[in-house]
């Protein structure tokens, strides 16, 4: 995917600086970071990074980082192989089913039902999740995608 991934620090006393960095903790790798505020800064997640949990912490002058460690995952692509029922009235269609690989529960995981209904996905395993169809929803073709923290 070509989805820039950034990481969102929320702290205090940030610096506008040029050595103003993040670092993944378990192995010391460097992160590009862009300062929005005092108290906020975006760390850009390396490509390649494998699925799992990292440490992170900031610095502002790129050698001392700060004893705070917060934790960040970095998850699998989510892959949709199918839907089911591809065809229904929505009289009778209220739930939609998503099969496909690398489904997680996650908090923030919605589905976007024609690119403007975004409802809650229900976890029922690794290969199969859940939405809900909005009463709304017109008639005709339907969009779904899955988005986490509002990306696709």
Known sequence: SSTERLVTVHGSLFKNRNE???????NNITMEATFVTDS???????KGLHPGVYGLSISNNGQDFSETTLDFSVIAPLLVKSIDPVMGSPDTVSIISLEGN???YLENLACLVDEKYVVPSHFVNTTS?????PLSVDTGTVSIALILDGVP
């Open 20 to 26: 103003l960095s993040c670092i993944i903790t378990s």
């Open 102 to 104: 690398n489904f997680q």
């Open 129 to 133: 999740l859940q939405c809900l169809l």
């Open 40 to 46: 906020q800064v975006l760390c850009r997640v390396p």
